[in-house]
T-cell receptor, first 115, second 113 residues
Framework: EPEVTQTPSHQVTQMGQEVILRCVPISNHLYFYWYRQILGQKVEFLVSFYNNEISEKSEIFDDQFSVERPDGSNFTLKIRSTKLEDSAMYFC?????????????FGSGTRLTVV | TQLLEQSPQFLSIQEGENLTVYCNSSSVFSSLQWYRQEPGEGPVLLVTVVTGGEVKKLKRLTFQFGDARKDSSLHITAAQPGDTGLYLCAGLRGGTSYGKLTFGQGTILTVHP
């Protein structure tokens, strides 16, 4: 069964530092996403990425955040100048829309703790 | 704001009982997806329903999409302790099969032996 792989599984960072969360989506998927889940709260959409550009972003995804697909396999989320409230589980997901669409595949997540 | 209201938020039952989880919205969705999430893990897709009135079965789990595509339900027959977990519904809008998923707040199911 193809998987979405995320690294690292845990990241602890000092407030104000930059972090990069990494994801390897499923190889024949075309859409890539980042979601986050603050402890005890709903899973929230951050951004979707298609054809090497952002296709949609939420109000959470401000100038502090950026995404990149630097090569044919990796998909990264960069958080600049982290804040305490950025502490959350961050999930990468990918999908292949169109005929045979069958939902999204999520990675196991990166637990980000900002101290 | 597109909201998906899931109910109940918590469900604690005995092994062998049946249960239903509901996911309701005032918005129309092009598809509804049900996920199960274990602590510290990402959501794992159980099923996607696309057509109004559609019913899908996955062993003891039955998923239904409302005729108007605004609501969905998950019914578990003869629940087992292994069914314990967090169940999430998530909807896609805009007549597409890509884009922003809106999640419900989840139902925490506990099945006691």
């Amino acid at each position: 069964e193809p998987e979405v792989t995320q690294t690292p599984s845990h990241q602890v960072t000092q407030m104000g530092q930059e972090v990069i969360l990494r994801c390897v989506p499923i190889s024949n998927h075309l859409y890539f996403y980042w979601y986050r889940q603050i402890l005890g709260q709903k899973v929230e959409f951050l951004v979707s990425f298609y054809n090497n550009e952002i296709s949609e972003k939420s109000e959470i995804f401000d100038d502090q955040f950026s995404v990149e697909r630097p090569d044919g396999s990796n998909f990264t989320l960069k958080i600049r100048s982290t804040k305490l409230e950025d502490s959350a589980m961050y999930f990468c997901a990918s999908s292949r829309p169109g005929q045979g669409f069958n939902g999204y595949t999520f990675g196991s997540g990166t637990r980000l703790t900002v101290v | 704001t597109q909201l998906l209201e899931q109910s109940p938020q918590f469900l604690s039952i005995q092994e062998g009982e049946n249960l239903t989880v509901y996911c309701n919205s005032s918005s129309v969705f092009s598809s509804l997806q049900w996920y199960r999430q274990e602590p510290g893990e990402g959501p794992v897709l159980l099923v996607t329903v696309v057509t109004g009135g559609e019913v899908k079965k996955l062993k003891r789990l039955t998923f239904q999409f409302g005729d108007a595509r605004k609501d969905s339900s998950l019914h578990i027959t003869a629940a087992q302790p292994g069914d314990t977990g967090l169940y999430l519904c998530a909807g896609l809008r805009g007549g597409t099969s890509y884009g922003k998923l809106t999640f419900g707040q989840g139902t925490i199911l506990t099945v006691h032996p």
